[in-house]
C-alpha cells in the first residue's frame, strides 16, 4: 500500500469559475451592514421583490389568536389582514412547516417540495415557512401570478427567506403559549353565520374552522351549542 508521500501524482483542485451572482452579492451586503432588523429585513424584502418581480410579496408572522398579518410587505401596507384562502393555509404551515400553494380559483392549499415539485401557471400564491432550528417563526407570502409562477426562482427565494428567518429569530418574539391564548369572549347573535361559514370552507373540518376562526374546538362546539339554543 502506497503512503500519502509516495504518490507523485497530485492533482491542483480546480478553481471555482464563473463571477459570483449580483443578487448574492447584494444579500451579503445587506446582512453585513445591517444595524436595525426591521429596515435590514425591509430592504431583504425590497431585493427580493426586485429580483423575482414580484409586486406582492410579504411576510405573515401570527397575531393573537390563531390569526396572521402582514408585519412586512413589499407593496408598503403594513398591518395587513389577508383572505380566508391564505389564513387558512397558514394555519396548516404552522402546525406542519411545509411550502403550501393555492391555485387559482380554489380555497384549499397544496403541499409544495422545492426539490420534487414545480410551480404551474395555474399557482396564484406560494407560501414559504421562515424556519430556524424546526420552529415556523413566520411565513413568506408571494402573490406569483405577475410574473407567473413557473418562472420564480424558487431556489433564489429559499436562500433569501432563510436570511430573514435569522433576522426574525432575534427580535422580540411572543412565545407561543402567550400567543395561541384564546381569552374567553361573549357568544354573539351574529357568530352562527360565521362559524357555520367557516365550517363550510373547511369541508366540515370542525377543528380547522376553529383554528381559522381562532377558537379551540371546545371553544367551537360551545358556541355552536349556544347558538342553536338560542335559534
Same mark, same amino acid.
Given at each position: 500500500?502506497?503512503?500519502?508521500? $509516495?504518490?507523485?501524482? %497530485?492533482?491542483?483542485?480546480?478553481?471555482?469559475?464563473?463571477?459570483?451572482?449580483?443578487?448574492?452579492?447584494? *444579500?451579503?451586503?445587506?446582512?453585513?451592514?445591517? &444595524?436595525?432588523?426591521?429596515?435590514?429585513?425591509?430592504?431583504?424584502?425590497?431585493?427580493?421583490? =426586485?429580483?423575482? =418581480?414580484?409586486?406582492? /410579496?410579504?411576510?405573515? *408572522? #401570527?397575531?393573537? #389568536?390563531?390569526?396572521?398579518?402582514?408585519?412586512?410587505?413589499?407593496?408598503?401596507?403594513?398591518?395587513?389582514?389577508?383572505?380566508?384562502?391564505?389564513?387558512?393555509?397558514?394555519?396548516?404551515?404552522?402546525?406542519?412547516?411545509?411550502?403550501?400553494?393555492?391555485?387559482?380559483?380554489?380555497?384549499?392549499?397544496?403541499?409544495? *417540495?422545492?426539490?420534487?415539485?414545480?410551480?404551474?401557471?395555474?399557482?396564484?400564491?406560494?407560501?414559504?415557512?421562515?424556519?430556524?432550528?424546526?420552529?415556523?417563526?413566520?411565513?413568506? *407570502?408571494?402573490?406569483?401570478? %405577475? #410574473?407567473?409562477?413557473?418562472?420564480? $426562482?424558487?431556489?433564489?427565494?429559499?436562500? /433569501?427567506?432563510?436570511?430573514?428567518?435569522?433576522?426574525?429569530?432575534? &427580535?422580540?418574539?411572543?412565545?407561543?403559549?402567550?400567543? %395561541?391564548?384564546?381569552?374567553?369572549?361573549?357568544?354573539?347573535?351574529?357568530?352562527?353565520?360565521?362559524?357555520? &361559514?367557516?365550517?363550510?370552507?373547511?369541508?366540515?373540518?370542525?377543528?380547522?374552522?376553529?383554528?381559522?376562526?381562532?377558537?379551540?374546538?371546545?371553544?367551537?362546539? %360551545?358556541?355552536?351549542?349556544?347558538?342553536? =339554543?338560542?335559534?
Amino acid at each position: 500500500m502506497n503512503s500519502i508521500a $509516495d504518490l507523485k501524482d %497530485y492533482r491542483r483542485v480546480a478553481a471555482l469559475s464563473g463571477a459570483t451572482p449580483h443578487w448574492l452579492m447584494a *444579500v451579503s451586503h445587506i446582512v453585513e451592514n445591517r &444595524q436595525q432588523d426591521q429596515e435590514t429585513i425591509g430592504q431583504l424584502l425590497a431585493l427580493l421583490s =426586485e429580483l423575482t =418581480e414580484l409586486r406582492n /410579496i410579504s411576510i405573515a *408572522v #401570527p397575531d393573537s #389568536p390563531s390569526r396572521f398579518r402582514a408585519r412586512y410587505s413589499s407593496s408598503g401596507v403594513t398591518d395587513g389582514i389577508y383572505s380566508f384562502a391564505v389564513q387558512h393555509a397558514l394555519c396548516r404551515q404552522f402546525g406542519s412547516g411545509e411550502w403550501l400553494t393555492i391555485k387559482e380559483g380554489e380555497e384549499r392549499s397544496d403541499a409544495f *417540495v422545492p426539490l420534487e415539485h414545480a410551480l404551474t401557471e395555474h399557482d396564484r400564491c406560494l407560501l414559504m415557512p421562515l424556519t430556524l432550528r424546526g420552529h415556523v417563526l413566520a411565513s413568506l *407570502v408571494m402573490d406569483v401570478r %405577475y #410574473p407567473p409562477a413557473h418562472l420564480l $426562482d424558487v431556489g433564489l427565494v429559499n436562500f /433569501i427567506g432563510t436570511q430573514m428567518a435569522a433576522i426574525l429569530a432575534t &427580535q422580540v418574539v411572543p412565545n407561543f403559549v402567550t400567543l %395561541y391564548a384564546r381569552p374567553y369572549q361573549r357568544v354573539q347573535d351574529n357568530d352562527l353565520d360565521d362559524i357555520q &361559514q367557516a365550517i363550510d370552507k373547511c369541508n366540515g373540518n370542525k377543528t380547522m374552522a376553529a383554528k381559522v376562526l381562532g377558537l379551540t374546538p371546545r371553544q367551537l362546539r %360551545y358556541r355552536l351549542a349556544k347558538l342553536c =339554543e338560542a335559534s
